[in-house]
């Protein structure tokens, strides 16, 4: 069989997917939330499947102060990804949310699927003690602290 056109419909749409992507984390960092938004809604015409137009737009509900709706894009960014790194990441935004919310004991449960799916992610683990000690468990979470500096030392440096 002939091999593919150079630029065909699959093709384009993809590049033009990436490059919605990409123009509205530039806006998102130049707060021109009107702009990123339109950016990330065409991006997830193209692809509603990839991740991280729902976490760009989680982060623009965050920037207005909208947490119900930054959880709802998270959840989405959660369900669109396979991968362990980007699921413990995105748990742990959704613990941060809980957290912000108020509900400290959601925002630990959060962190400890984080921690399931990747447990040597360090950021999660740092919450993790940060989330024990606000809830009172002083105890666990010097515990988790020295176990973080035993085993990444230059991360606290």
Known sequence: PPPPPLFSSRRRHTRCAIKSRGLGDVYKRQSKHSEALAMFN??????????????????LAIEK??????AHHFQRALSCTSIPLQ?????LL?????????NLDDAL???RESLLTSPHFVEANYRQAVLLAKNGNI???ISVLKDLLTSYADFYV
């Open 139 to 141: 105890r666990n979470a």
């Open 65 to 70: 102060r909208d947490l119900v709706k930054a």
């Open 42 to 59: 065409k991006a997830l015409i193209h692809d509603i499947e990839d991740y991280r137009p729902h976490t760009g737009l989680g982060f």
């Open 87 to 91: 699921k413990s990441y995105i748990f």
């Open 94 to 102: 959704l613990s941060r949310i809980y957290e912000l919310r108020g």
């Open 109 to 111: 449960d959060t962190v």
